[in-house]
């Protein structure tokens, strides 16, 4: 398992953006994912990137408008979320899975052993 810092939550209007970032102690061995937790509802899948950042995966919901990406040099995966509507309001949590180099990123949670402690993204409309 790896421990995973996140930051880059916080208040944004309706159609706007913001970034958030996870970090980790050698990030490179590991596919990171993004889940959120809306207010009153089950954690869902955001996007995912495998170890090397050659293959991602997004739910529907946020397909176009975000856009995952990873800097294995600085042991960080970055979340970037542009126009953003009101129904992205969650608690947003990174997530880590040690595999090797050739395994897609994964859809569910379970495929995760080590998760953040999450970052509050509130997008006012």
């Known amino acids: 398992q790896v421990r995973l810092v996140e930051s880059g939550g916080g208040l944004a209007q309706a159609g706007g953006s913001l970034r958030l970032s996870c970090g980790g102690r050698?990030?490179?061995?590991?596919?990171v994912g993004w889940f959120r937790r809306p207010p009153g509802q089950e954690r869902e899948f955001v996007a995912a990137?495998?170890?090397?950042?050659?293959?991602?995966i997004y739910a529907d919901s946020v397909k176009g408008r975000f856009t995952i990406s990873r800097d294995n040099d600085n042991n960080s995966v970055h979340l970037q979320m542009d126009s953003l509507k009101s129904e992205d309001t969650a608690v947003y949590y990174c997530?880590?899975?040690?595999?090797?180099?050739?395994?897609?990123?994964?859809?569910?949670?379970?495929?995760?052993?080590?998760w953040g402690q999450g970052t509050q993204v509130t997008v006012s409309s």
């Open positions: 050698a990030f490179s061995n590991y596919a």
């Open positions: 997530a880590a899975a040690r595999t090797i180099l050739t395994v897609p990123p994964s859809a569910q949670p379970e495929s995760y052993s080590s």
């Open positions: 990137i495998s170890r090397g950042g050659g293959n991602t």
